[in-house]
T-cell receptor, first 113, second 115 residues
Framework: QKEVEQNSGPLSVPEGAIASLNCTYS??????FFWYRQYSGKSPELIMSIYSNGDKEDGRFTAQLNKASQYVSLLIRDSQPSDSATYLCAAYAGGTSYGKLTFGQGTILTVHP | NAGVTQTPKFRILKIGQSMTLQCTQD?????MYWYRQDPGMGLKLIYYSVGAGITDKGEVPNGYNVSRSTTEDFPLRLELAAPSQTSVYFC??????????????FGNGTRLTVT
């Protein structure tokens, strides 16, 4: 069974700090990985995608992928209270997956002033 | 541009009742999905469709049915509602791509309580 595992937290960081969110996956054929942010009572929104080993930076967000270790992470620099949300990691196997994603259970992040 | 529209936003059902959750998209996406999200959990795939007339089961299909008669609409039917179906339901769509991955577009969700 394909699984994506996250530490459910909650993770609490002070404003201005770096928040580090981690994710592991079991299916070695997974080729693409995504981080979704979900505010309470809202639908998930895509914030980062990563397809190759290494780092990908977008503003205050950096996604990291290590396919050998089956590990994905998201770093949020200069964390703001508005970053407080649940962050969902998702994996895509490609091929005949028809766009289906496997989601982790999410990590609750709280950024306190 | 409406995107993915779900109705209703909230619903309370009694055990054994039935209902249909509506989902429509105006982006001409051929892929559509139904996910459920239980408190503190990620999203679990219920059913998906790759085009009109074609549907298939996801991880947690028991107690649900779907149909896809048009590209735009993908309703989810709950028969004989049970308390275990209390959840938030998200409909999503994407287009098929031969190169890379097309992101999911989510609806705003339907919060269902079965008592």
């Amino acid at each position: 069974q394909k699984e994506v595992e996250q530490n459910s937290g909650p993770l609490s960081v002070p404003e201005g700090a770096i928040a580090s969110l981690n994710c592991t996956y079991s299916d070695r054929v997974s080729q693409s990985f995504f981080w979704y942010r979900q505010y309470s009572g809202k639908s998930p929104e895509l914030i980062m995608s990563i397809y190759s080993n290494g780092d990908k930076e977008d503003g205050r967000f950096t996604a990291q992928l290590n396919k050998a270790s089956q590990y994905v992470s998201l770093l949020i620099r200069d964390s703001q209270p508005s970053d407080s949300a649940t962050y969902l990691c998702a994996a895509y196997a490609g091929g005949t997956s028809y766009g289906k994603l496997t989601f982790g259970q999410g990590t609750i992040l709280t950024v306190h002033p | 541009n409406a995107g993915v529209t779900q109705t209703p936003k909230f619903r309370i059902l009694k055990i054994g009742q039935s209902m249909t959750l509506q989902c429509t998209q105006d982006m001409n996406h051929n892929y559509m999905y139904w996910y459920r999200q239980d408190p503190g959990m990620g999203l679990k795939l219920i059913y998906y469709s790759v085009g009109a007339g074609i549907t298939d089961k996801g991880e947690v299909p028991n107690g649900y049915n779907v149909s896809r008669s048009t590209t735009e609409d993908f309703p989810l039917r709950l028969e004989l509602a049970a308390p275990s179906q209390t959840s938030v339901y998200f409909c999503a769509s994407s287009y098929s791509s031969l190169v890379g991955y097309s992101p999911l577009h989510f609806g705003n969700g339907t919060r269902l309580t079965v008592t």
